[in-house]
C-alpha cells in the first residue's frame, strides 16, 4: 500500500525556517520523482519544486526559488523540504507527491500524494 507522509509542518514567524519530511512507504521511492505542493483556501493545487529521480535534479516555482531548497535521502525512503526566509504569503498546507516522470509540475501528473502538513507564518 503506497503511502506518503508528511510532518514538520507548523508556526513560525516571518524570515524564519521550517524543514518538512515525507516518509514513503509501499513503492520503490529510489525510481520516483518526488514534488511538494501547496494549496491556498479555495485554490488549486500549486506546485512548490521537484526532485527527479534518474539524477537528483532539483527544479521549484518562481515563489520559492532562492528560499526553499528540496532533497531527498533514498536508504530513508524520504524527501525533504527546507523552507527558508519564510513569509506569511507561505501560509498553507503543503503535501508531498510521487510521479513517474522526470521533472513533473502539474499536479494531474502524480500518482500519489500525502495527507498535508499545515505551515503557517505570521508576520
Known amino acids: 500500500q503506497v503511502q506518503l507522509v508528511e510532518s514538520g509542518g507548523g508556526v513560525m514567524q516571518a524570515g524564519g525556517s521550517l524543514r518538512l519530511s515525507c516518509a514513503a512507504s509501499?513503492?520503490?521511492?529510489?525510481?520516483?520523482?518526488m514534488g511538494w505542493f501547496r494549496q491556498f483556501r479555495g485554490k488549486e493545487r500549486e506546485f512548490v519544486a521537484g526532485?527527479?529521480?534518474?539524477?537528483?535534479?532539483?527544479y521549484y516555482s518562481d515563489s520559492v526559488k532562492g528560499r526553499f531548497i528540496i532533497s531527498r535521502d533514498n536508504a530513508k525512503n524520504t524527501v525533504y523540504l527546507q523552507m527558508n526566509n519564510l513569509k506569511p504569503e507561505d501560509t498553507s498546507a503543503y503535501y508531498c507527491?510521487?510521479?513517474?516522470?522526470?521533472?513533473?509540475?502539474?499536479?494531474?501528473?502524480?500518482?500519489?500524494w500525502g495527507q498535508g502538513t499545515q505551515v503557517t507564518v505570521s508576520s
Open positions: 526532485i527527479s529521480w534518474n539524477d537528483g535534479n532539483t
Open positions: 507527491a510521487a510521479s513517474r516522470l522526470l521533472t513533473a509540475r502539474a499536479p494531474s501528473l502524480f500518482e500519489s
Open positions: 509501499g513503492f520503490t521511492f529510489s525510481v520516483y520523482t
